[in-house]
T-cell receptor, first 114, second 111 residues
Framework: DTEVTQTPKHLVMGMTNKKSLKCEQHMGHRAMYWYKQKAKKPPELMFVYSYEKLSINESVPSRFSPECPNSSLLNLHLHALQPEDSALYLC?????????????FGQGTRLTVV | GESVGLHLPTLSVQEGDNSIINCAYSNSASDYFIWYKQESGKGPQFIIDIRSNMDKRQGQRVTVLLNKTVKHLSLQIAATQPGDSAVYFCAENGSARQLTFGSGTQLTVLP
């Protein structure tokens, strides 16, 4: 199984809502990532988890809150988002952080904040 | 600051021709590079990677060339097919050894 599964595929939320994005992988990877991608732009790193601990936070606003319940799951909790947060949110995983191997990406959650 | 950039934002090729997508990087400490393909509405898909101790690597219909002297990376696709139409990103393990993506090239295959 070389898949990274993200749910939901699409999400529309209001600025006062609380929602969560979910990501799952069963490849035994110990590093998991959240990226944000705006239209026609490259993915931008948000968070890195290594062995279930937050390793990197790329100065992401606190309205985005990551969580890694176990080695297979990664969540991104959303609260009080702004319309400019609308984007494709991508989850990825790799064997370990900072090791020169490929990162596998999920299909993303298309988020629209209204 | 470091950057990974692409020379051309768009590239159109005839079906059956070869495609060459170029990428410049600025971090001379980067030692691992990946090419990803992203189709509309999907996540990036790994195509091929190369480490800095190599200057060429071949896959199925794809070849990646690395020129460390001028910090340049290219992806060659042989006999381009309609299914190759997508955005192609190069990525490097820049600062903090995390993947940094270039700006992307939209490849369009013409019938």
């Amino acid at each position: 199984d070389t898949e990274v599964t993200q749910t939901p595929k699409h999400l529309v939320m209001g600025m006062t809502n609380k929602k969560s994005l979910k990501c799952e992988q069963h490849m035994g990877h110990r590093a998991m990532y959240w990226y944000k991608q705006k239209a026609k732009k490259p993915p931008e790193l948000m968070f890195v988890y290594s062995y279930e601990k937050l390793s990197i936070n790329e100065s992401v606003p606190s309205r985005f809150s990551p969580e890694c319940p176990n080695s297979s799951l990664l969540n991104l909790h959303l609260h009080a988002l702004q319309p400019e947060d609308s984007a494709l949110y991508l989850c990825a995983s790799s064997q370990e952080e900072s090791v020169n191997t490929e990162a596998f990406f999920g299909q993303g959650t298309r988020l629209t904040v209204v | 600051g470091e950057s990974v950039g692409l020379h051309l934002p768009t590239l159109s090729v005839q079906e059956g021709d070869n495609s060459i997508i170029n990428c410049a990087y600025s971090n001379s400490a980067s030692d691992y590079f990946i090419w990803y393909k992203q189709e509309s509405g999907k996540g990036p898909q790994f195509i091929i990677d190369i480490r800095s101790n190599m200057d060429k690597r071949q896959g199925q219909r794809v070849t990646v060339l690395l020129n460390k002297t001028v910090k340049h990376l290219s992806l060659q696709i042989a006999a381009t097919q309609p299914g190759d139409s997508a955005v192609y990103f190069c990525a490097e393990n820049g600062s903090a050894r995390q993947l940094t993506f270039g700006s992307g090239t939209q490849l369009t295959v013409l019938p």
